[in-house]
């Protein structure tokens, strides 16, 4: 069977890309999967991990995107999804509807989720809280 897609084939090895900063969230660190080069903006997929402490976690946002899900890695991430609280431990995989507001507010030292995002150049749009966010684990 022929491949009449316009997609190219990627492959990554963890040692291809390096954690960086200046993603989308300073207090983290983004690995680059290859995978936006590749599908030619259809979908991004990086690895994103802990680099700070949470201290006012990502605001209240949603984004423009068509399809999102995050895969925990290691450790756990505590999210408001609109009014509520979800605990995401590592193995759990969350599909993030269209549009859903959240706010990532708490998360463990060794937190590490893999991130799948389509399209690749997505908006984040700040929104009006929905609802109070507990503090932040000490």
């Not at 900063?21 to 290859?34: I, K, V």
């Not at 802990?50 to 006012?56: C, V």
């Not at 605001?59 to 999210?79: P, S």
């Amino acid at each position: 069977m022929l491949d009449r897609t316009s997609t190219l084939f990627s492959h990554v090895k963890g040692t291809d890309t390096p954690w960086v900063s200046g993603g989308l969230r300073d207090f983290f660190l983004y690995r680059d999967l290859g995978i936006a080069a590749a599908t030619h903006g259809k979908v991004i997929t990086h690895l994103v991990k802990a680099n700070l402490p949470p201290e006012e976690g990502t605001g209240w946002h949603r984004h423009e995107a068509d399809f999102q899900i995050v895969i925990m890695i290691k450790g756990w991430a505590k999210f408001m999804y609109e009014d509520r609280v979800t605990l995401v431990e590592a193995g759990d995989c969350v599909h993030q509807r269209p549009g859903i507001r959240h706010y990532l507010f708490d998360y463990s030292p060794d937190m590490e989720y893999l991130e799948i995002v389509s399209p690749a150049d997505f908006k984040t749009v700040d929104v009006e809280p929905v609802c109070e966010i507990p503090k932040p684990t000490p």
